[in-house]
């Protein structure tokens, strides 16, 4: 049987406040997970109006 150990650290905690490498967006962290590859996965909300204020993204995407 082969067991995975993922680093339990994560670069963000929920509640942070995030934006978007690539553009800005005001975002708060709401719920993290990580996944068998040890990628960290973040769902945001974003604090300006828009059309999809919910996001899921991968954390090297975020600042």
């Known amino acids: 049987m082969n067991m995975h150990v993922v680093d339990s650290a994560f670069r963000f905690e929920v509640g942070a406040a995030v934006t978007h490498r690539s553009e800005p967006m005001r975002a708060t962290v709401t719920a993290r997970f990580k996944t ?3 990628q960290e996965i973040y769902t945001v ?13 991968l954390g090297e995407v975020l600042a």
């Not at 909300?45 to 993204?57: G, I, S, V």
């Open 36 to 38: 068998s590859r040890g």
């Open 45 to 57: 909300r974003r604090l300006d109006e828009c059309a999809l204020p919910q996001l899921m993204l």
